[in-house]
């Protein structure tokens, strides 16, 4: 499809937020802090419209673009109802949102997207990503997104997310302009942080832990449901079947005996009309389905946060390591002793002791240099103790929220499936009725 437009960088946080870039993010909102957007402002996703266009290399694309409505709630609570404010954007600038959300936010549990391409499908649902009824879920989605983001407490009163909703032109440049891209850390230093921390908080890594095991049992999950859907579908079509035979049954019967060929004619039609159901109830079970599917990206958004922990500690262990080794060689350039190999120690034995003079100077700079490796500790003891106390409000916000979300949706598909095994049990005692009376 063509809505990836946006580049595919790996947004894990930022690490070297300064004092003022901090304050710009708190001047950053259109909201009080603490209360969410969504008691302000009714946010939808109306509908979406496939386009065609040129790209940025100047090549024909067709994509799909999604109707934001937005209208102050103030206006529902007083009767009115004004015609809401409307824009459109592009899937690859949701992707843009939410990568500046996970960067201005890492101690957050991002709302994920739903899938830019379809996964864990049964194979008489179509996979091709311009499907309107691929589009129709994944504008739920979006929807969804939207609304996961804007009651969301610290995420709902970003500047940039209001203008996301509001302001159709210039809002790309705009997240652009705060320079969001230049602070997003790599996998590479991430990947190095997992391996090297020494000390990492058990409460992060069994929450990582957790995070695998939550996307593992919701991908078995959904292929047991793409199966038994392939299966639910063979059924329902079996059925079909019935309603054929006993309308062929039917025709040769009825010039024989009347009275028989009613009662096949209509234990016929009951079967069809529940063939015919399957469809229904398969885009209901899709709309589970899409429900699962978001707490398995939302595994992702956990794990994104317990590694951007372990980034924030393995840059306190670095800074505390550099310190340590500053003020080692300060007691060595002080007392004139070298405890372990080094290349200076070699170096004096090869080419004599350095001057007085040459040694004040290294010890002054020396001074200077553990000053600001203090400074650096210390900030950075600030840093990761304010992340482990915001991340894990967050983490323990998500958890409640997933198991609502989670115990809801499994119930609601309990009771779909006990209705729909009534309604198979009600189409046969109406068949039996169909047969009683020939």
């Not at 915001?390 to 809801?408: G, N, P, Y």
């Amino acid at each position: 499809m063509a809505d990836s437009g946006s580049e595919d960088i790996a947004v894990i946080g930022n690490t070297d937020l300064t004092p003022s870039e901090s304050e710009n993010n708190l001047k950053n909102t259109m909201v009080e802090k603490g209360t969410s957007l969504l008691k302000k402002m009714e946010i939808s996703v109306a509908e979406a419209e496939k386009r065609t266009g040129k790209n940025a290399v100047n090549m024909q694309e067709t994509y799909t673009v999604y109707l934001i409505e937005t209208r102050p709630v103030d206006a529902a609570s007083e009767g009115t109802n004004p015609v809401p404010d409307s824009l459109w954007r592009r899937y690859s600038e949701f992707e843009l949102l939410r990568n500046y959300l996970l960067v201005t936010y890492p101690f957050a549990v991002v709302p994920p997207l739903p899938e830019k391409r379809a996964e864990f499908v049964w194979h008489k649902l179509s996979a091709d990503n311009m499907d309107p009824d691929f589009v129709e879920r994944r504008r739920v989605g979006l929807e969804n997104f939207l609304l996961r983001v804007a009651s969301h407490p610290a995420l709902s009163s970003d500047k940039i997310f209001y203008l996301f909703l509001t302001e159709e032109n210039g809002w790309k440049e705009t997240v652009f302009e705060t320079g969001f891209q230049a602070k997003a850390d790599s996998r590479l230093k991430a990947l190095n942080a997992t391996f090297r921390v020494k000390n990492p908080d058990k409460r992060f890594v069994e929450m990582k832990h957790y995070g695998d095991e939550l996307q593992s049992v919701i991908s078995q999950l959904l292929r047991v449901r793409a199966r038994a859907a392939d299966r639910l579908y063979g059924v329902y079509k079996v059925h079909g079947n019935y309603g054929r035979v006993f309308r062929d049954v039917l025709r040769e019967w009825s010039a024989i005996e009347k009275e028989m060929g009613d009662g096949l004619q209509s234990a016929g039609h009951h079967m069809d009309a529940y063939a015919a159901s399957v469809d229904d109830i398969l885009e209901e079970e899709e709309h589970y389905a899409d429900q699962l599917k978001e707490y398995l990206f939302y595994s992702d958004a956990l794990r994104t946060v317990c590694r951007k922990h372990e980034l924030t500690q393995y840059e306190l262990e670095m800074a505390v390591q550099d310190l340590t080794s500053k003020k080692q060689q300060r007691e060595e350039l002080a007392t004139g002793t070298i405890r372990t190999f080094s290349l200076k120690g070699m170096t004096s034995k090869l080419f004599g002791q350095e001057t007085p003079e040459q040694r004040e100077a290294k010890l002054k700079m020396l001074e200077t240099q553990i000053e600001e490796g203090e400074e650096l500790v210390k900030e950075r003891n600030s840093e990761c103790d304010e992340f482990v106390k915001s991340a894990w409000v967050d983490i323990e916000r998500f958890k409640e929220q997933k198991d609502h979300d989670l115990r809801e949706s499994l119930i609601s598909y309990a009771i779909m499936q006990i209705s729909m095994c009534k309604k198979g049990i009600q189409v046969w005692n109406n068949a039996k009725e169909c047969f009683n009376k020939m």
